[in-house]
């Protein structure tokens, strides 16, 4: 999948929490902001970043877990909001809230509907992407060298 097919498929899964009181090209257009890199293509290494901060056993604050099981095949574990403003930042989630117009708790609330799915349809072939990078630790090592986390 694309950039263009995640955010579509997240904005149907925002737009569903927030209500028809947001406007779905608006969602679209902060979601797409929020997920995309530089380049324009879907920043998984901001989401895997989230493996290697947050504490000081490198569990990323528990996220690792979760996060790690939205790759690939397999169950989707959840993810409450507080927990995704610890995986992206307040300031993003402030961000993202403000473009739509609505509380930071409800476009988290928002995103922790939709983000496990997008970083599942993102990641099909998990296992691989796992693998290529030496499994989970090579994955956490890396997302910590992009985000000068060690």
Same mark, same amino acid.
């Given at each position: ?21 947001? !406007?779905?090209?608006? +969602?679209?257009? $902060? /979601?797409? %902001?929020?997920?995309?890199?530089? =380049? #324009? @293509?879907? !920043?998984?290494?901001? +989401?895997?970043? $989230? /493996?290697? %901060?947050?504490?000081?056993?490198? =569990? #990323? @604050? ?10 690939? %095949? ?77």
């Amino acid at each position: 999948m694309d950039l263009g097919d995640l955010v579509s498929m997240g904005t149907k899964l925002i737009q569903d929490k927030v209500g028809d009181s947001v !406007d779905s090209n608006s +969602i679209q257009d $902060a /979601l797409s %902001g929020l997920l995309s890199n530089e =380049e #324009g @293509g879907f !920043d998984l290494g901001n +989401i895997m970043s $989230a /493996l290697t %901060g947050g504490s000081d056993d490198g =569990e #990323g @604050g528990g996220l690792a877990d979760i996060v790690s099981s939205w790759i690939g %095949g397999g169950e989707n574990k959840p993810i409450d909001s507080s927990a995704i403003t610890d995986l992206l930042g307040g300031d993003k989630i402030s961000e993202f809230a403000s473009k739509l117009g609505i509380d930071t708790e409800t476009a988290a609330s928002g995103l922790a509907d939709a983000l496990p799915n997008i970083v599942d349809k993102a990641t099909p072939e998990g296992d691989s992407l796992l693998d290529q990078v030496g499994g989970l630790d090579g994955l956490m090592s890396m997302a910590g060298k992009l985000f000068g986390k060690s």
